[in-house]
């Protein structure tokens, strides 16, 4: 993540204000550190968000940057402080990898998330036990006591969708999701009834690429797009593979997977189509009939 590493909206808000009064002050990482005898890369884990500077750095910092306004002072050390705050996943630290925990203090934040998938249902919509198949079946080899902490750390992470404040969540999933027995016939079933049930909350839309589509800008890979309140935080985007995360927050990268997204709801099924293949898949499937059919 070019950014840094901060798990926060308020983190990334922070390195980039330092990183300007760093720049408008004409100095370099170098001279930051040697003017105040700091280690080498103490400037540089700050600016990329590799640590979270104590809010006495801040000061310090902003008093080598000529900042005397106490107002824009207290603003910005009160960020580092907000910034250092621990959120629900930390008690989770010691199972969660750390762009893991990046990922989930970001969507925290997120006014608006989309999310384009081609196997798999996303975290935020899964069933509990549509997660504990996934996570069984996984590339990682992991004991119950972990799966099942983090089959906990994904049911969590979907409360923010029952918030009054909750993002956007725009979802188009390839058609072949529908058919993967993740589980079981009886898992997928109830994991397709809970799509059902999450197409008619409010803030939340759900659409399928149609095997009949044939190719379409998607099949490069999945990605998330998650983008913020405020219009100087920059959108990111996320990608899961087996090697490990990546993000992006480059403005001109970003836009690339935007106009991808808005390419792949253009070409996929509508709403209502959408909950018509929905309901033929359990169909297909002869699920039981209740709730959200």
């Known amino acids: 993540m070019p950014a840094g590493h901060s798990t926060s909206v308020r983190g990334r808000q922070l390195i980039s204000e330092l990183r300007r009064l760093r720049e408008a002050a004409g100095m370099t990482q170098a001279d930051v550190a040697e003017r105040l005898d700091w280690h080498h890369t103490k400037v540089f884990r700050i600016e990329t968000g590799r640590t979270s500077p104590h809010p006495n750095d801040v000061r310090t910092l902003l008093g080598l940057y000529g900042v005397i306004e106490e107002s824009d002072q207290n603003a910005l050390i009160q960020l580092a402080r907000n910034a250092r705050k621990h959120g629900w996943w930390y008690a989770y630290r010691d199972i969660l990898p750390s762009h893991y925990q990046v990922y989930i203090g970001l969507e925290s934040e997120a006014a608006s998330i989309r999310s384009f998938e081609l196997a798999v249902v996303p975290g935020l919509l899964q069933t509990r036990d549509y997660a504990r198949a996934l996570m069984t079946s996984g590339p990682l080899e992991l004991d119950h006591d972990e799966i099942e902490r983090r089959v906990e750390v994904r049911m969590t992470r979907q409360k923010i969708l029952d918030a009054p404040d909750r993002p956007q969540l725009w979802v188009i999933l390839d058609e072949a999701v529908l058919h993967r027995p993740v589980g079981g016939r009886e898992v997928l079933c109830a994991q397709i009834r809970r799509l059902l049930e999450a197409s008619e909350q409010a803030k939340i839309t759900i659409q399928v690429l149609p095997f009949r589509l044939g190719a379409h800008p998607g099949m490069i890979g999945p990605f998330t797009v998650l983008g913020f309140p405020q219009p100087s935080d920059l959108d990111v985007v996320y990608m ?24 792949l709801r253009a070409e996929a099924l509508n709403v209502r189509d959408t909950r018509d293949m929905l309901n033929a898949a359990l169909q297909e499937l002869k699920c039981s009939v209740k709730g959200g059919s």
């Open 240 to 263: 899961e593979t087996i090697a490990g995360n990546m993000y992006v927050d480059e403005a001109g990268e970003v836009g690339h997977y935007a106009t991808a997204f808005d390419h």
